[in-house]
């Protein structure tokens, strides 16, 4: 028995040290094969997910698949495919094994895909082309998708750029991203850059050229204690006057970047291809970093179709993102479909209080102690509200109401990735940063997405197959109409 221990005790100090995905897989896998967890993963009765019903789906697909019943697959996934289908997204089953979950859940999940594909795929004879059209479209918006959002931290935001390397490595990266603040500058590069590009332009040689003197004092006199030229000609030299319409054409991805008001009759903005298209990105992502008193307010600005630059919502500055939209989850869910989120969160006032696992334990202290803190949260939402309306003076106002916002956000998602909680982390936030310490917060970033990969692969594979499928079929389509009379598009689609 001390032997046994002994072993996965190291093998627990090789997965922390591990210094590559591929090394840390493999040490996983050998750590839940010694610890009993591959045993537990062949296992199909569980307490935490409903193994009944998802192997009778299993059956139901494989029985309707082996007789090619195309319309029965389509009518099994009509019916109840969803994210969490039965619990198979529980947290609970993560704890059981360091990598992978009930083989039951993965054959579920290949089961799903298969039958997608055959859907695809089938004769046209049989199934017509606009069937099939529908089918991904009702399926899709009904499955819902995955977004990732970068939250707000200044200086740890390099961070971000480590998540953002270890996702686009697996070719995980979601299609919906927000950034806030900091996380604006990383999801401006994900906006812009190919998967192939990005590798390029994520290490921390480049990251460090283009931001070594983003901090440069200018003085407690003026509108904000440092200098924001520097950080503006950074962000012209990465993004030049690229508008969010262009950045999406060129990369497919849905890129948010959120902004707040500088007055306080005003509500956060968020800035993508859909709500302003014609936004200068470079100018956005500016006043997502613009931190009161750090950064002064910014105009945004817009590019005409003649190319000339205008202002963007005449005589109205904003300021940092995170102040009142760090994790826009719910007004994402309302432009993309989003019903789940993978945040990589570095905001120093939230982090030192948050896990990485959004497990709700029932053991009655825990149930106390969250009730306790959610009875704060509104109780200083009243105080503040009371005290803007009682206190004189809009600069006194305008502070209260940016206190509140911060307060009452929601600063977590499904799948949570988080710096490590060190003094260390903190000497970061309003440095100038070395090659050094980018590579420092880089490889934390990349470690930290490592023991989330296995869960982000599961919750958005079938989503986004489904949006590849469906973005095939709408070409083909284009295709298609090309040259049909107007009559001929509505008797076709009808």
């Known amino acids: 028995m001390v032997l046994f221990n ?47 019903l998802i192997r009778k789906r299993v059956q139901r697909m494989q029985l309707a698949q082996s007789s090619g019943d195309i319309f029965g697959l389509m009518s099994i996934l009509h019916e109840g495919l969803h994210g969490n289908l039965g619990n198979i997204a ?34 046209e004879n049989k199934v017509d082309f606009y069937e099939k059209l529908h089918f991904f479209e009702e399926t899709s918006h009904s499955f819902g998708r995955s977004c990732l959002m970068l939250s707000g931290g200044a200086g740890l935001g390099f961070f971000h ?25 990383i999801a401006g590069l994900l906006a812009t850059r190919t998967q192939e590009e990005l590798q390029t332009c994520l290490t921390p040689e480049f990251i460090y050229e283009t931001f070594k003197n983003w901090r440069v004092w200018r003085g407690i006199d003026k509108k904000g204690l440092f200098n924001s030229k520097y950080l503006e000609n950074a962000l012209i030299e990465l993004f030049d006057l690229t508008t969010f319409e262009e950045a999406y054409k060129r990369t497919g991805r849905h890129v948010t970047v959120t902004v707040s008001p500088a007055d306080i009759h005003q509500h956060s903005r968020l800035l993508n ?58 007004r994402l869910a309302r ?13 120093p006032l939230v982090v030192p209080f948050l896990s990485s696992e959004r497990e709700d334990s029932k053991s009655i202290t825990n149930m106390t102690l969250r009730h306790i803190s959610a009875l704060a949260k509104r109780n200083s939402i009243f105080a503040f509200d009371i005290l803007e309306e009682i206190i004189p003076g809009r600069a006194t106002k305008l502070a209260l109401h940016k206190c509140r916002s911060v307060i009452d956000q929601q600063y977590v998602g499904s799948i949570n990735i988080l710096p490590e ?9 309003l440095a100038n940063p070395t090659v050094d310490s980018i590579q420092e917060l880089m490889k934390q970033g990349e470690k ?6 296995d869960s982000i692969h599961r919750n958005t594979i079938i989503s986004e197959t489904l949006r590849s499928y469906l973005q095939q ?22």
């Open 6 to 52: 002994r072993r996965l005790q190291d093998l627990d100090e090789a997965i922390l040290h591990a210094q590559s995905y591929e090394e840390y897989k493999e040490v996983c896998h050998e750590h839940d094969e010694l610890s009993g967890a591959e045993e537990w993963k062949h296992k199909n009765p569980c307490k935490d997910y409903d193994y009944r």
């Open 273 to 330: 291809a859909k709500t302003s298209p014609n936004a200068i990105m470079s100018q956005a992502i500016r006043a997502s970093c613009a931190v009161p008193i750090v950064f002064n307010p910014v105009q945004l600005r817009a590019k005409t179709p003649s190319g000339e630059v205008i202002p963007y919502i005449p005589n109205r500055r904003f300021a940092d993102g995170s102040l009142m939209a760090d994790l826009p989850f719910e």
């Open 90 to 123: 529980n947290p609970e089953l993560k704890s059981q094994c360091k990598i992978g979950t009930k083989v039951l859940i993965e054959t579920f999940i290949e089961q799903v895909l298969k039958a997608i594909e055959a859907i695809y795929n089938a004769n």
């Open 161 to 185: 750029a480590g998540v953002v390397k270890s996702l686009n490595e697996q070719n995980a990266l979601p299609t919906v991203i927000s950034g806030a603040s900091a996380g604006s500058i």
């Open 335 to 347: 432009l993309y479909g989003v019903n789940h989120s993978i945040v990589s969160q570095t905001n």
């Open 473 to 494: 079929l709408k070409q083909r389509e284009a295709r298609m109409l090309k040259g049909f009379r107007p009559r001929d598009i509505v008797d076709k689609r009808a």
């Open 421 to 429: 909680k060190n003094i260390r982390n903190l000497m970061h936030i």
């Open 448 to 453: 930290a997405t490592w023991s989330q990969l």
